[in-house]
């Protein structure tokens, strides 16, 4: 069961909340949007928290042998971003996009196939909300086929 | 080959002066290519959405309202609904009982090509219902149910009344034109939502639209055009 969607800009701010489960606790506007921010910061490349949260990655051991030949790329020891935050009501999945857009997605702890889910959320975001002319980046979505999609895709699964 | 040999006696063309024909490095310009080859070439969907919003961006700027936004997209649609009608007479399959390619001169021969031929080159399938309007016997209606070119378009509320398939209008006006039957417009209005209106108002339950993104296209023909068919009509008869 999927509880929540979540979706976060670039900047950290919330474009897209979406609750497909009733019955949990009531939150105001105000509230989502701290949550997000709060959510951007964990999830985020290169942040405070999560670099001093995640261990040393090894240096490599040629670095000093190849350095006249390579700039060292900053792709290689990156700290990426938390992706999965579990308990006993829920789990959380984060998906990041290469443009720094980040899906959250909350369900049932023993939810199967997150991964596939959250391929094909991304695939109907890419199709109704990017293709959308009438959508400004990193602005809220409020694409109703994007809706339609996500209603029609959710509740096939519950 | 041979005519481009001929011509490349003059020296190479100017860059810019041939008016962005593209003249690759085996001299080959698209005019040596041959007409047929793209029959059942492809193309990306992804690739036409996004250059559509691009379309529909640029036919946004200064532009003072929705009816002034449809009207450039038909536009921009125009010039493709003229050279279509040639393309596709031109590619239309020849039999032993009509060795040329017939151009339609009346109305319906003229609208069953739009909903079948045009169609299908351009979407893959034909409209989906033709329908002659009871009021205004110049009126015309070609049904869509789904418009290609709107499957990725969401209206934001305030521009509930634009059809972006005004493009898609532009094209038909330009095909109905080409082919003598002027005409006084081509426009786009969504349907999709009215008739599960009118029909959830007899039941109890609000009747979610079979086709939300149905599409209707009015083509009016100009007066002459209505005069000269019925004269052919009473002729040919």
């Known amino acids: ?158 | 080959m041979s005519a481009s040999g001929a011509g490349a006696g003059a020296g190479p063309p100017p860059s810019g002066g041939t008016g962005g024909l593209r003249y690759p490095s085996n001299k080959k310009t698209i005019y040596d290519r041959n007409l047929n080859r793209s029959k059942n070439a492809e193309l990306s969907r992804a690739a036409f959405a996004y250059l559509f919003v691009e379309m529909i961006s640029y036919a946004q700027r200064r532009v003072r309202g929705i009816a002034d936004l449809e009207k450039r997209l038909n536009t921009q649609g125009y010039p493709l609904g003229l050279r279509l009608l040639d393309l596709l007479l031109h590619r239309s399959p020849t039999s032993t009982s009509s060795p040329s390619p017939q151009r339609p001169t009346r109305i319906l021969p003229l609208l069953q090509f739009i909903a079948q031929t045009l169609w299908r080159h351009l979407f893959s399938r034909p409209a989906d219902a033709l329908e002659r309007s009871e009021a205004d016997a110049g009126q015309y209606m070609l049904f869509d149910n789904e418009p290609l070119v709107n499957q990725y378009i969401s209206l934001p509320r305030e521009m509930s009344q634009l059809n972006c398939a005004a493009f898609v209008a532009g094209i038909i006006e330009g095909v109905c034109d080409g082919a003598g039957f002027a005409t006084e417009g081509v426009s786009a209005h969504s349907v999709g939502l009215e008739e599960a209106g009118a029909a959830g108002t007899e039941g109890e339950k609000k009747v979610k639209p079979m086709w939300p993104d149905r599409t209707v296209f009015l083509i009016k023909f100009k007066p002459e055009v209505l005069e000269r068919e019925e004269i052919l009509g009473r002729s040919g008869g």
């Open chain 1, 1 to 158: 069961v999927v509880f929540v969607l979540f979706i976060i800009s670039k900047a950290g701010g919330l474009i897209y909340n979406r609750e497909f489960h009733t019955g949990l606790s009531k939150l105001t506007s105000n509230d989502y949007l701290m949550l997000a921010g709060s959510f951007h910061g964990q999830a985020c490349t290169m942040h405070a928290i999560t670099k001093q949260l995640c261990p040393n990655p090894p240096t490599p051991a040629n670095a000093a042998a190849n350095a006249p030949n390579l700039a060292p790329t900053p792709f290689n020891s990156r700290a990426t971003g938390i992706e999965v935050l579990e308990s006993s009501h829920f789990r959380m999945q984060c998906f990041q996009t290469l443009t720094g857009t980040k899906f959250l997605l909350f369900t049932e702890p023993q939810q199967p196939n997150i991964d596939s889910m959250i391929k094909k959320i991304y695939e109907l975001y890419a199709d109704f909300v990017m293709k959308n002319p009438f959508y400004t980046v990193e602005m809220p979505i409020r694409c109703e086929k994007f809706d339609r999609g996500l209603d029609g895709f959710v509740k096939v699964n519950r």
